[in-house]
Each structure stands twice: as structure tokens, then as C-alpha cells.
């Protein structure tokens, strides 16, 4: 199946952060993202209630 995939832009704000990864709350009511640290750029250290973006697309089974 041929789909055009657009990523959407989304904000979320960071509810946890460990030293492993971060729990972000995504923005709408859409959901919880867990990321590991690797997976995270940011200029300065990671904090409760800092706003964040990034981009979502649908998952694409070959």
C-alpha cells in the first residue's frame, strides 16, 4: 500500500525525567511518549514542565 506519510508537528510538556529517559504528555489529550536520553537534543538539562515538539507520522509495516 502506497501512502504519503506527513509528519505533524505536536508539543507536548515533560512529566518525568529519570536517568534513563523522559515521559512526555502529549498535548489534546493524545497520550504519554517514554523516550530514552539518546533520542532527546536539547541545550539545556531536562526538567518537570518544560514544553517540547516533535514530529509524529503513521508507522509504515513492510
Known sequence: ??????????????KEVTEVGVRIGVNGRMGVLSLPLRLIYADK???VGQ?????LSYVNVI
Open 1 to 14: 500500500m502506497q501512502v504519503e506519510l506527513k509528519p505533524l508537528l505536536l508539543k507536548g510538556v515533560i
Open 45 to 47: 538539562p531536562l526538567a
Open 51 to 55: 514544553e517540547c515538539e516533535f514530529y
